[in-house]
């Protein structure tokens, strides 16, 4: 891991996980989840001149997911009639929607935390209840809880993978394959219901 290079050992870290994982909602194809692995995975090393603390990493990762949740949601209530035809365009982000305020309306919004694992389930839950112009009181502590989830849940994989396996790039490698089947997992849950409802 000591070819991670100066980024990872260094306190500029923090900047660019919280900057990655705030902008991944918009583009989830930055490997926030990746980034966040692989500066635990070199914690669990100690052998940096610089080393991430796993409490602050975790915490920048949770508190960037939120800010990232609330201004998509921001974004998506000002969005007006342009958003509301877009996502009536799209059966997907319609879906997702309607059961995200069954979900919230219930006050379980366990759905918005499976999403945080599931690929793009992010961007759509976040999007889906600004545009529906759900309450930011009955979304927001979802989020939270979401957002502390996943980066409590991806610290430790690269943590606990860097302590069993060492800190290489197959520490990495299984800690990044383990957060992947989770996310699997996540967008399999999440498609289940509406395959019953067709039936």
Not at 92 to 97: G, H, I, V
Not at 142 to 157: I, K, N, P
């Amino acid at each position: 891991m000591e070819s991670v290079g100066s980024l990872v050992g260094s306190p500029w870290i923090y900047a660019v996980v919280a900057l990655s994982v705030l902008l991944d909602v918009f583009l989830p194809v930055l490997p926030s989840g990746v980034l966040v692995i692989t500066a635990a995975t070199a914690a669990a090393a100690s052998t940096a001149a610089y080393v991430p603390d796993i409490l602050v990493l975790t915490l920048c990762a949770a508190t960037a997911s939120v800010l990232g949740d609330l201004v998509a949601y921001r974004l998506a209530w000002r969005g007006g009639a342009r958003l509301d035809r877009a996502l009536a365009r799209s059966r997907r982000l319609r879906a997702a929607q309607e059961r995200l305020g069954a979900a919230l309306a219930r006050g379980g919004g366990g759905l918005v935390v499976l999403a945080r694992f599931a690929p793009a389930g992010r961007s759509v839950v976040s999007l889906g209840a600004g545009a529906a112009r759900h309450r930011a009181r009955d979304f927001l502590p979802w989020s939270a809880l979401a957002g502390f989830t996943w980066a409590g849940y991806s610290v430790a994989l690269g943590y606990f993978g860097g302590q069993w396996l060492g800190a290489t790039w197959l520490a990495a490698a299984v800690s990044v394959g383990a957060l992947l089947a989770a996310g699997a997992g996540a967008g399999y849950l999440m498609r289940k219901p509406q395959a019953s409802e067709a039936r």
